[in-house]
């Protein structure tokens, strides 16, 4: 279809349903989202044109179309001119369908204006949602921003029915699928918003992150509506209960479910086993997220075993840091080089790397025998920032790691970080579980979630259930950790029982673990579960989850400390053994064994699929 002829047959809609809208309570404004053409959002009312902004699509909504917005840069802006003038009493109502909650308060619809960030507004109104999917509206009356926020979250990808009355007499009511859901007292007369643009589904300004771990570790972002909106309508009256309720009824939907916004898995390849070796890939999330990377086709890598269901995934949604995938789809990560300088903005690692500006991944070696791949990447705060740069050099902390992945789910993970200071505090390994939307750490985690392991074969577990441990010393030298998920496969890591030093250049006679336990928000997880990572864009170096609704991480055990390989004036070398295994936890000393005291090999001798060698 032409430009003109989208633009013809929108204009004939927006006559027909203003025609058919008469007599009835009438809205003076109303976007039923039917147009074709998707840099418009027709008002069926005064057949105004709006312009749609960012990556906004027409879906199936609860009565013909409605419009999709990405999360991310999507939005609907109304000219300050073409605004409806509510001067008094008003309603709004609206069909949404959430795909993920915001990071901050976000609008469906909004009208106001305000002098600066996260400052109180001076006029307008503001209907919207909160960091916890909760139903809100706000306005300016009497020189203050008065209103009430529903106690009842929204739940995801179903369509449900909100609206918002301003009535001068009795104040602000909310409605959800038709129910009464708060109201309050407003005290003085509302003030309408002045000359400032009308928008739907984008913050006015840029704000903080809520839910932060650590106090001044995050910037103000934009904050976007992800979901589905349809059937939007103003009045310049308050619209009473019943009306609400019948509006409700009259578009039910049949389908609660919105079919445009499916669960968001994290990707991880093909199903089941497949031929073992590693390949070059590109893993898609969701559509709207995909949309803002530039990159190709083949930006991936995952490893695939010929004799079980799991891989080993490098993506760049989680800054291709590596994962261990087993087949009932839990991932495990052991994290990654990461240290504190001076003048950076909390941790410098490349978690921190939302864009994989300084992270990438290679293969190397792709044959029956083993996969080798090479993972590169800076150590940077949230503003790409390195950390530890050279006075004379201008080079940053750098790491390569080496991670040779064998048939049987074994692998050997060789970690070198170059550094000027190679010496001062890093951080070598953390024990991570990343969770696709939907899942809480107790859906992956058993209550016992580490088991550690000596080379006598004695074992200890640990619980995070009242509280993490407070120590986790035994047994004694133990140098194996198993990650007890809700898998057949567990991940495991197995180092060398010898004396290290620890992070302040203290000597131990043994490998050291530590429980992480920081910060656990009881009520909603006995573990730390934290959502600024993986794939959030957000320059945040810590958020607390407030629901299952996007992406997230737990942390178990932090900070190990073990023998080092190499140490130069420039680098210091690690080595680990990791994978995934149904056995036992004890049961993995012959496997320590076999590489922590490895026969020498000699020529002649047949070669194995299996038997790590990173020295």
Known sequence: MTEGKRLIGCLTLGWCVASAAAGQADPVAWWRFECQDQKIALDSI???????????????????????LDGYTAHVIRKPTDAPRLTGAFSVETWIALGAYPWNRCPIVDHHTAPGQDETPTQGFFFGLDDHGRLGLYLSAGGTWQ???????LPLRTWVHVGGVY???????????????GSVKVDGQFEPAGTTPLLIGKNRYKANPTRQVHPGRYYPVGNYFDGVIDELKLFDR???????????????????????????????????????????????????????????????????????PYKYVFWHGASYIPSWVTGNGIWYKNEFNET????????????????????????????????????????????????????VTGWGDWSDEYHTI????????????????????HEWQESIIVLPPGKRPED?????????????????SYSWSPAPPRAMNLPPRANIEVIDIKSKTRPFLIVSPNACLLRDGRPSKQPRFGAFGGGIKRELSQFPWWNHWPVAMIPSEGRYAAAADRASSSYITTGLEWEDHEVTPTSRTKIMLHGLSERQPGELVPLAKSWLQAPKLTEGQPRTRHGPSLS
């Open 46 to 68: 005064s057949n105004t044109k709006d312009a749609i902004q960012g990556n906004a699509q027409y879906v199936g909504g609860v009565n013909g179309n409605g419009i999709k």
């Open 147 to 153: 209103g009430i926020t529903s106690r009842t979250q």
């Open 167 to 181: 009535d001068t007499r009795s104040g602000v009511a909310l409605y959800i699928n038709g129910e009464p859901a």
């Open 238 to 308: 308050a619209l009473t209960g019943q009306q609400i309720t019948s509006s409700f009824a009259k578009h039910r939907p049949q389908d609660r479910a919105a079919k445009a916004l499916p669960l968001r898995e994290l990707p991880s390849g093909p199903p089941g086993p497949g031929p073992f070796g590693g390949y070059y890939t590109r893993l898609k999330y969701y559509e709207g997220w995909d949309a803002l990377w530039r990159i190709g086709p083949k930006a991936d890598v995952i490893v695939r075993f010929d004799e079980a």
């Open 340 to 391: 504190w300088a001076k003048g950076h903005l909390g941790a410098a690692e490349p978690m921190g790397d939302k864009q994989c500006r300084h992270s990438h991944v290679r293969i190397i070696e792709n044959n029956d025998a083993r996969v080798v791949a090479h993972w590169r990447y800076g150590l940077v705060d949230i503003l790409y920032r390195f950390a530890r740069v050279d006075g």
């Open 406 to 425: 064998y048939p049987d789910g074994v692998g050997g993970r060789k970690i070198t970080l170059h550094s000027s200071e190679p010496m001062k505090p």
């Open 444 to 460: 992956c985690l058993e209550d016992r979630a580490v088991t550690l392991v000596n080379m006598k074969g004695q074992t200890r």
